[in-house]
């Protein structure tokens, strides 16, 4: 494996040194500092910093440090790279870890960009910084609804809740209400969410997005999301399922976005099953 000549220490840029020899066929991954936090299993969600460079090359062509973005995934999910998720099992937080693999293993499902060539060998450094295995549904305690705002069904199998949502004018400020609370640490300010959620329009009650069920949750870095859920989201207890009902001006205000139309309260019922 080529050696790295800056950057050795965890979480700091990694940097590649000259590569002569001719590039690998197989993959193989090497463990360059052990860590001595959780053990990422299947189905866990990481946090992640990393540089991507090809075989050769004099420089990275991907990488998060330069912005400190780092990235978040679900082990055994269909999102990341092969290579990655392979390489990570068994690793512990506070790792880094160096991956030699083929651009199709090294890339996700859209495989590599069209400016890599086929067959080329990627050389991947990975800085593991945290990993969780998320709840598989809510549980605690069920909290009475309110008058005025829809109801949503308090099932703890996993499966999406039923939302109702009445009759009238939605609400002009933000709703933020525990239907289950948790019994979890809560959501740190700048915490990675890991959720379920569905989403209705107030005014239509068309549903516009529904990620429950196996290989759906997502991270959602909370302080990058639409306003609503920020300010919904804070201090929210792990384990809970919270009912959040956000005017325009704290989603999309009066530009339309994807299915939703301008000026929509957005109605979402929501299962926080884990945080990074």
């Known amino acids: ?16 040194g000259k590569v002569d020899s001719p590039a690998p066929t197989k993959m193989s991954v090497k463990t360059l500092s052990q860590g001595h936090g959780r053990e990422v299993t299947n189905g866990d969600f990481v946090r992640v910093q990393y540089l991507q460079q090809a075989w050769g090359a004099t420089g990275s062509m991907d990488n998060s440090y330069d912005t400190d973005s780092p990235v978040s995934f679900q082990v055994g999910s269909e999102e990341a790279p092969p290579a990655w998720q392979k390489a990570l099992l068994g690793k512990r937080a506070g790792s880094r870890v160096e991956i030699i693999a083929p651009s199709r293993l090294a890339f996700g499902p859209g495989g590599p960009p069209a400016m890599i060539p086929d067959g080329t060998v990627m050389m991947v450094v990975i800085d593991i910084m945290n990993t969780v295995t998320p709840l598989t549904a809510p549980s605690g305690s069920i909290v009475s609804a309110a008058n005025g705002i829809p109801t949503v069904s308090t099932n703890m199998d996993g499966h999406a809740p039923h939302i109702s949502v009445p009759k009238g004018s939605a609400p002009r400020k933000l709703v933020s209400r525990y239907v289950i609370e948790g019994r979890g640490e809560g959501l740190r300010k700048a915490g990675i969410a890991i959720v379920a959620y569905k989403t209705l329009v107030w005014k239509s009650g068309k549903q516009i997005s529904d990620f429950y069920g196996r290989g759906n949750l997502q991270a959602l870095a909370v302080g990058r999301t639409i306003p609503g859920f920020a300010e919904g989201l804070r201090g929210k207890k792990v384990g809970s399922r919270i009912i959040l009902v956000i005017p325009p001006e704290l989603a999309f205000k009066d530009a339309s976005y994807a299915t939703i ?3 929509s309260t957005l109605v979402i019922a929501m299962d926080l099953l884990g945080q990074l």
Do not use: D
Not at 7 to 16: A, H, L, N, T
């Open 1 to 16: 494996m080529p050696p790295l000549i800056q950057g050795q220490g965890f979480s700091q840029k990694p940097v590649f």
């Open 261 to 263: 139309p301008a000026n």
